[in-house]
């Protein structure tokens, strides 16, 4: 009797789970900007929280809910593709603009340099000859820092 009894609790019970599964999924958006799905209660101050109630009564409601999770993670999958994009973007502004501050960098220290060599070549122009130092020695001074100004042209330039 008690083995007839305990069977067919048993087999109710069976049938109970397989006619209704119940479940709750949560979505929401983290502090991040992260899209999240759980089947937990969001924390407290999430974004955007929605809720998805799932019912399974039949082996068709068990397929919608097959199609309803992969949908969902269809849309996690092309979330977490748009932020790797949006940082990938906002890394390569990053980069460009660094890069353009070391270029602007490196352009005002040309441009100092030059002006230095400039004020070098102004300062041997002016300088008098003497038995020391001669109008040839004078020019070949001047064309090597005129030299280097050239030089520091063409780093500018490439």
Do not use: C
Request: glycine residues 4%.
């Amino acid at each position: 009797m008690n083995r007839t009894i305990v069977l067919i609790l048993l087999v109710l019970s069976l049938m109970l789970v397989n006619v209704v599964l119940a479940g709750t999924i949560y979505t929401w958006t983290d502090a991040d900007g992260v899209k999240r799905y759980s089947n937990t209660e969001p924390p407290e101050g999430a974004k955007n929280v929605k809720t998805i109630e799932e019912v399974q009564t039949s082996q068709d409601s068990s397929d919608q809910i097959r199609q309803n999770y992969d949908r969902m993670v269809e849309e996690a999958s092309q979330d977490a593709d748009r932020q790797f994009q949006k940082q990938a973007e906002k890394k390569a502004r990053e980069a460009e603009a660094e890069q353009k501050r070391k270029l602007e960098k490196q352009a005002q220290q040309i441009e100092q340099e030059r002006e230095k060599l400039q004020q070098e070549i102004e300062a041997i122009q002016h300088r008098g000859l003497s038995s020391t130092f001669s109008a040839g020695q004078k020019e070949y001074l001047i064309k090597q820092i005129q030299d280097k100004i050239d030089q520091l042209n063409k780093k500018l330039e490439s």
